[in-house]
């Protein structure tokens, strides 16, 4: 599986796996770290990362690997970034969120203006697997995470949501 | 030599006021000679104007050539790379080194966050290669060397940029960043390219025979610039450079 996941250079950079103490060198650390999680879970489809599963805390061919102080280091910038989300508070599993939550939002407006849909209806589904969705960032997106971005649209006072017979049919009015 | 009295030596002239005679033959020998030195420099910058004329073309194609043909210009005091207008501006040479400089800041700053700043000259041409920049001179395509890159800096640096050059071992590598470095760190960084790979404050002590104290002043830095970085691995430390891990490292 994880042959068809080509591993950045910086992987075999045994420093890679040492937290550094400079701090724009760490800023620096994290940013690749982030990098690599969402580009392997994004590649390989995986949608949800296992902490204490998850094969990247480990490069065998240079002998390194992190520690477990080190992966939570690791695992709370990358949920704090926005592009990953604990599924309970045990924090042993990690939802990948390719795009965050807040630029799908944008995303979802924007679209919704431009197509006429202020003061009118459309159904979650439509907004993932509609006909006017094409090319949109949020097509085909996980109904999780569709979600997650209406529901920041609904904190804003942009929409607001009702339920409908299925939770696909489930609608929203845009403001 | 006996002294003459009477008519002969300084003194005498002194006093009887001839000096003037002779500071002004001094002064004319003077003329004479500048004048002359100023004849042969005109002389030899015909003759390179000429050159350059003749032979553009190749300096504009064939990296080597135009680093020799720049070595010529630099004891006359020519500087083909002037953006004034001049006669040489016809050989676009202030343009070419210009555009370069300007990519090869763009890369430097780029990597900065991974290597810290400083970045050999090699991995510079390797990401415009990679990214297949190219550079024109006089309206062809060229290929440029690091003796190009080398020059370009040069420029840069006349700019006040910060930008310069510094050698380790025998790699030349481009310092982005105000950061001094002196021969402690040069050699450390070497140490380290030697070494291919991680190097420990102990092995530095051992190789070059410092005290602890200097060891880690020299490190503290390179760490503290970012051109370091520690790996921990089993209970020891090591320190990584990126500008000297691996040819083509990238990060």
């Known amino acids: 599986m994880s042959d068809s996941f080509k591993f950045p250079e910086f992987y075999s950079f045994p420093p890679f796996f040492t937290i550094q103490p400079n701090l724009a060198t760490r800023e620096k650390q994290m940013g690749l770290w982030r ?86 209806v459309c159904t979650v589904y439509e907004l993932h697997s509609g006909e006017d969705v094409n090319g949109m960032s949020f097509e085909g997106a996980d109904e999780q995470l569709l979600r997650r971005a209406l529901a920041i649209l609904e904190q804003k006072g942009k929409c607001t949501m009702f339920k409908g017979d299925s939770s696909s049919e489930d609608g929203i009015k845009f403001f | 030599m006996a002294h003459r009295r009477g008519r002969a030596g300084i003194g005498a002239l002194k006093k009887k006021g001839e000096t003037s005679k002779f500071t002004k033959k001094a002064e004319e020998i003077k003329t004479t000679s500048l004048k002359s030195a100023m004849e042969t420099v005109k002389q030899l910058e015909i003759k390179l104007t000429k050159f350059a004329k003749a032979h553009h073309k190749t300096i504009a194609k064939d990296p080597a050539f135009r680093h020799k043909f720049l070595s010529m210009c630099a004891p006359l005091g020519v500087d083909p790379l002037t953006t ?118 102990n092995s530095v002590s051992d190789m070059i025979g410092w005290e ?40």
């Not at chain 2, 090699?122 to 020059?151: C, H, M, P, W």
């Not at chain 2, 930008?163 to 950061?179: D, E, N």
């Not at chain 2, 390179?222 to 090591?238: Q, T, V």
């Open chain 1, 35 to 120: 990098e690599l999680i969402l580009s392997y879970h994004t590649s390989l489809k995986i949608k949800t990362l296992i902490v204490h599963d998850c094969p990247l805390w480990k490069n065998d061919q240079i002998g390194r690997e992190l520690n477990p102080d080190d992966v939570k280091t690791v695992m709370n910038d990358f949920v704090k970034s926005g592009h990953g989300e604990w599924e309970d508070d045990t924090k042993t599993r990690c939802r990948i969120l390719w795009r965050k939550p807040e630029q799908l939002a944008a995303d979802i407006y924007t679209w919704a203006e431009a197509n006429g849909y202020i003061n009118s």
């Open chain 2, 84 to 201: 004034k207008k001049s006669f040489w501006s016809f050989l676009q040479m202030g343009d070419f080194y210009h555009e370069l400089a300007v990519k090869v800041a763009e890369v430097c700053f780029a990597y900065r966050s991974r290597n810290g700043g400083i970045m050999s000259i090699k991995e510079v041409q390797s990401v415009l290669l990679r990214r297949g920049t190219k550079f024109r001179l006089n309206e062809v395509v060229t290929n440029y060397s690091a003796d190009d890159i080398v020059v370009a800096i040069g420029k840069l640096k006349q700019l006040g940029s910060g930008f310069r050059t510094v050698k380790v071992g025998g790699t030349q590598m481009i310092l982005s960043v105000p950061t001094e470095l002196d021969n402690d760190h040069v050699q450390v960084i070497q140490l380290a390219q030697n070494a291919g790979g991680g190097i420990t404050l």
């Open chain 2, 212 to 251: 602890d104290d200097r060891v880690k002043r020299a490190m503290d830095l390179l760490l503290s610039e970012g051109m370091a970085w520690i790996d921990r691995y089993e209970g020891l430390e090591y320190y990584w450079f990126p500008s000297v891990w691996k040819d083509s490292f990238v990060m």
